[in-house]
T-cell receptor, first 114, second 115 residues
Framework: NAGVTQTPKFQVLKTGQSMTLQCAQDMNHNSMYWYRQDPGMGLRLIYY???????DKGEVPNGYNVSRLNKREFSLRLESAAPSQTSVYFC?????????????FGPGTRLLVL | GDSVTQMEGPVTLSEEAFLTINCTYTATGYPSLFWYVQYPGEGLQLLLKATKADDKGSNKGFEATYRKETTSFHLEKGSVQVSDSAVYFC??????????????FGQGTILTVHP
């Protein structure tokens, strides 16, 4: 049982390049989330997927797209990376009906946009 | 909107020292309060929580008391160990009678404990 896994662990991009951050969970959870963490700020919600086939915007969705590929996988895409998207990205998942604070978090992807 | 403010880090302590990490919040109503811990290379884990005023959350020797009068939820441990070195996040979930409310996180405090 690996929990929540994220790939890659670290990535460097040039401005304007695109990339997809991958997230997978093996706990049969319904809901999945993408957060970003910036220095001096807490985690902020980018997008979430309450269940397979649905996605919704969080606090800071601009510049991102998501895909809930199946129940296990929830990817985050940057179509044209900008330096302002330099951050640490966390994926999380939770079983529906359980308190939100018990989300399981992945180890994070550190992204640097030059 | 809701917000959470943590003390600036990093915090560096010797083993067996007393730890306090301050956390204050701004929210309407009566939010639930949490502390998360992130060990190196791992995701955030829920450490403890308190859901109403004067509640004390505790886990692994850590404690925090929900103080409505001072809007605070300070994390304490009487004797830290090297293995406690991690990043600690204070967070709240908005009030409203639902478990699904938005989570608001503080900026995190890095703790390093030396032998």
């Amino acid at each position: 049982n690996a929990g929540v896994t994220q790939t890659p662990k670290f990535q460097v991009l040039k401005t304007g390049q695109s990339m997809t951050l991958q997230c997978a969970q093996d706990m049969n959870h319904n809901s999945m989330y993408w957060y970003r963490q910036d220095p001096g700020m807490g985690l902020r919600l980018i997008y979430y997927s309450a269940s397979e086939g649905t996605t919704d915007k969080g606090e800071v969705p601009n510049g991102y797209n998501v895909s809930r590929l199946n129940k296990r996988e929830f990817s985050l895409r940057l179509e044209s990376a900008a330096p302002s998207q330099t951050s640490v990205y966390f994926c999380a998942s939770i079983r529906s009906g359980t308190p939100k604070e018990t989300q399981y978090f992945g180890p994070g992807t550190r992204l640097l946009v030059l | 909107g809701d917000s959470v403010t943590q003390m600036e880090g990093p915090v560096t302590l010797s083993e067996e020292a007393f730890l306090t990490i301050n956390c204050t919040y701004t929210a309407t109503g009566y939010p639930s309060l949490f502390w998360y811990v992130q060990y190196p290379g791992e995701g955030l884990q829920l450490l403890l929580k308190a859901t109403k005023a004067d509640d004390k959350g505790s886990n692994k020797g850590f404690e925090a008391t929900y103080r409505k009068e001072t809007t605070s939820f300070h994390l304490e441990k009487g004797s830290v160990q090297v293995s406690d070195s991690a990043v600690y996040f204070c967070a709240l979930r908005e009030a409203g009678g639902t478990s699904y409310g938005k989570l608001t996180f503080g900026q995190g405090t890095i703790l390093t404990v030396h032998p």
